[in-house]
Structures are given as structure tokens and as C-alpha cells.
């Protein structure tokens, strides 16, 4: 491994970058997306966040604030999961009701912003940047409907977008590794590791100094090469698992397109074909005693469900 390389960033998130000293490179990532100045107040100390078998395997979630003092989740996820999203609303919603204090008004819940790394496909889209925001629309007038808020006896109009949570979905595999503009040069990070030697972008000098693999002592050396064998054999593992899903999933629907349409039976094979094989993947794994965080990863299901099989 060249000493001078750059550790992978998913790596990094779980161990270099909870030192304070470290924190510029996440907030020039957020700086980045959100286009605006943020600073890190602190990680947040959840199950997560617990130095466990399966670590790194699990989120890292970190606490932070604009220049209005607004809360910002960060969440770096490793872990397939079926209901993806559904845990990234529960978690925004843990957030909220953690950060105000017991008989607060309704005005002091900050606006959070959940920022999903995604190492792991997810849904079906072109794009590698999804942005998702609340807005209430008219039903019949298709207006967008306007709120108003008292700030200084000075009546404000403001949408409620303004103060809903938003969500950042970054779908790492997707990018096309053309880095034009900042958010493309972290992505460029993100998916390869790389970095302009003359990148001006905010984070990104911070990693490329802070971040060398040659900065690290034997100890952490070794722990991260067992990390990246660790990734590339899961990787594989998937990837074939994802294959004989498949073409599992193919032929049970061609055999159901026959009977009720051949498009339907196709789309419903093989998402039963998939998620048949991942069952009977997690199975003999659990047979072999494998952590079921690991399992998780490589059969794509939730805990919840390897934990019931």
C-alpha cells in the first residue's frame, strides 16, 4: 500500500475524524453542500456511536450548527438496509425531540438537515445528489401555501420548508467521476479516493494532510487494511449473491409473466428472487456464528428480520 495514498473517507468518518483536530474535513463537506459555513459542536453519543464488533459496519452520527445556530444531523451509513428511509425519518425525529427541552415552545425546534452517505445502491434514479424538502401545495389552486412568523414585532412570511427537516441522499456509486465543481471533488473523494493535488475546496486540503496513510501508527495500519479486506470480500460476496438473485428472479418471472403479464412477472420475480436468496443467505450465515451486522451488509436485510429468520 503507497504510504502517501489517502485513507478511505468511510473509514476515516469512524475513527480519525471524531478528533476535534479533524473535524475541518466534515465541516468543509457540509459547508460544501448546504453553502454555507458550518461548524461541528459534537458527535452524538447513540448506539451507534459505541466502539462494538460491528462498528464498522454501523452510522456515524455528528452534531452541528449553522451560523442561526440550527441543528444539522449528519449520518454516514455503511449498512444495506431494506427500509432505508424510513429509519433516516426516525432518526431526524429522534433528533428533533432530543434537541428541546421538556415544556419548550414549538418556536425553539431547530430546522434539521439529515445528510445521508450512501455506500450502498439505493432506489432507482440517474442522479448521484438527491434533495428533498416539505412543501404543502393547494390541491385545487396549486399554490404553495405560506406561513407567517412574528420576529422583533416584525410580521414575517416564510415557507414551511424553512423550518421542516431536509434531506441529502448522496448515492457515492452513481457519480460519474467527472469533478467539475466542489461537491463533484468530494464525491471524487468519496467514491475514489481521490484528491487534487491543487483542490481549493473546503475539507478537502484538511484531508489530504490530515488523512495520509502514512500518518498512521502500526496499530491503526493494520486495522485498516483488515478494513479494506474486509470491504472487498462483502463486495464480492454481494455482488455474486446480487447476480443469482437475479437470475433467480428472472426466471420465476418469466414463468408468472406468462400467466399474468410479462412485465409484471419480471418486476415481481425479481425482487422475490432477491429477497428469497438474501433469506437463504442470512441463514447459513447465522449458521456460521457471523456477526449479524455483518450478515446484515452482505444479505441486504435489517436486523430485525435476520434476528426473526
Not at 17 to 29: F, I, T
Not at 124 to 146: A, I, M, P, Q, R
Not at 204 to 226: F, P, S, W
Amino acid at each position: 500500500m503507497d504510504s502517501n495514498s489517502i485513507i478511505r473517507f468511510d473509514w476515516a468518518a469512524k475513527r480519525l475524524l471524531r478528533d476535534k483536530a479533524n473535524y475541518a474535513v466534515l465541516e468543509g463537506l457540509v459547508t460544501v453542500l448546504l453553502n454555507e459555513k458550518i461548524t461541528i459542536v459534537e458527535l452524538l453519543e447513540s448506539e451507534s456511536n459505541q466502539d462494538t464488533l460491528s462498528d464498522k459496519f454501523n452510522r456515524v452520527d455528528i452534531k452541528a450548527k449553522d451560523s442561526k445556530g440550527q441543528i444539522i444531523l449528519i449520518e454516514i451509513q455503511l449498512t444495506r438496509e431494506w427500509y432505508y428511509l424510513q429509519r433516516v425519518l426516525y432518526g431526524v425525529s429522534k433528533a428533533i425531540t432530543e434537541h428541546i427541552s421538556l415544556g419548550s415552545a414549538y418556536k425553539d425546534v431547530k430546522k434539521i438537515y439529515s445528510i445521508n452517505i450512501l455506500y450502498f445502491d439505493l432506489g432507482k434514479g440517474s442522479d448521484y445528489l438527491y434533495h428533498g424538502t416539505t412543501t404543502f401545495v393547494g390541491v385545487h389552486t396549486g399554490d404553495e401555501l405560506l406561513m407567517r412568523k412574528r420576529d422583533n414585532k416584525v410580521i414575517k412570511e416564510l415557507k414551511p420548508s424553512e423550518f421542516f427537516p431536509e434531506y441529502y441522499l448522496i448515492r457515492v456509486n452513481e457519480f460519474n467521476d467527472i469533478a467539475k465543481t466542489p461537491i463533484d471533488e468530494w464525491l471524487d473523494f468519496l467514491k475514489n479516493n481521490h484528491i487534487k493535488d491543487d483542490t481549493q475546496t473546503p475539507g478537502l486540503r484538511e484531508a489530504k494532510e490530515q488523512l495520509r496513510i502514512m500518518k498512521m501508527n502500526d496499530e491503526e495500519r493494520r486495522a485498516y487494511d483488515d478494513y479494506l479486506d474486509t470491504i472487498r470480500t462483502q463486495d464480492s460476496v454481494l455482488d455474486t449473491y446480487r447476480t443469482e438473485g437475479l437470475i433467480e428472479g428472472r426466471a420465476e418471472g418469466r414463468a408468472e409473466g406468462l400467466k399474468e403479464g410479462r412485465a409484471e412477472g419480471l418486476k415481481e420475480g425479481r425482487a422475490e428472487g432477491e429477497y428469497n436468496k438474501a433469506i437463504s443467505v442470512a441463514m447459513e450465515m447465522k449458521k456460521l456464528k457471523i456477526d449479524v451486522a455483518v450478515i446484515s451488509h452482505v444479505s441486504g436485510l435489517s436486523e430485525d428480520e435476520i434476528n426473526n429468520i
